[in-house]
């Protein structure tokens, strides 16, 4: 059973715009959330993280949100740029060395 | 920002072989960990390590074993491959879980 969802496989969003990707997740016991990024042919880079006692974490044109009631978070990218296109994992740990994983969002920035 | 290289990048094997993928970190850090993920699906951690003479079974089920015997060096090895393990692996270190560094991954391919 998923305990990290990534619902939708794909976004396509015009330069400029909002992304908005979405996670939800099943375990009470998750404390902390990451997102990363993944390039073809690479492996996954860090982008951003949110530990379970905020609800809001911002870097640059990055920004995570954190709904613990809806066990759900999202992470905005604006304004959204072609260099942005990869796919976006969702991952989450519960205090154990180990860290679950979503199934990830291809996301394709349009000029 | 970790340094971790895998080796090699791509590989074709028949059935039956043995093959040893390699990873390779310089950052120095204790933590070390093996992922399997196939196309559109989600990273599923294979086996991890501690440090030195530490090794552990991840959550997915793996044919493959590892050896921790250097700090920088965390090699996978399939005694005999079979197409079932064609995929992608990807090696990760971190002073902890929240924040891992991949490397590029190795694409393997069993025919």
């Known amino acids: 059973d998923q305990q990290v969802k990534q619902n939708s496989p794909s976004l396509s969003v015009q330069e400029g715009r909002i992304s908005i990707l979405n996670c939800d997740y099943t375990?009470?016991?998750?404390?902390?959330f990451l997102w990363y990024k993944k390039y073809p042919a690479e492996g996954p880079t860090f982008l951003i993280s949110?530990?379970?006692?905020?609800d809001k974490n911002e870097d640059g044109r990055f920004t995570v949100f954190l709904n613990k009631s809806a066990k759900h978070l999202s992470l905005h990218i604006v304004p959204s740029q072609p260099g942005d296109s990869a796919v976006y994992f969702c991952?989450?740990?519960?205090?154990?060395?180990?860290?679950?994983f979503g199934t990830g969002t291809r996301l394709q920035v349009f000029p | 920002e970790a340094d971790i290289y895998q080796t090699p990048r791509y590989l074709v094997i028949g059935t039956g072989k043995k093959i040893t993928l390699e990873c390779s970190q310089t950052?120095?850090?204790?933590?070390m960990y093996w992922y399997q993920q196939d196309p559109g699906m989600e990273l599923h951690l294979i086996h991890y390590?501690?440090?030195?003479?530490?090794?552990e079974k991840g959550d997915l089920s793996s044919e493959s074993t590892v050896s921790r015997i250097r700090t920088e060096h965390f090699p996978l090895t399939l005694e005999s491959a079979r197409p079932s393990h064609t995929s992608q692996y990807l090696c990760?270190?971190?002073?902890?879980?929240?924040?891992?560094?991949f490397g590029p991954g190795t694409r393997l391919t069993v025919t």
């Open positions: 990760a270190t971190g002073l902890n879980p929240y924040e891992q560094y």
């Open positions: 375990n009470s016991m998750f404390d902390y």
């Open positions: 949110i530990s379970s006692i905020k």
């Open positions: 950052m120095g850090h204790d933590k």
């Open positions: 390590s501690y440090g030195v003479n530490s090794t």
């Open positions: 991952a989450a740990s519960d205090n154990t060395d180990k860290l679950i």
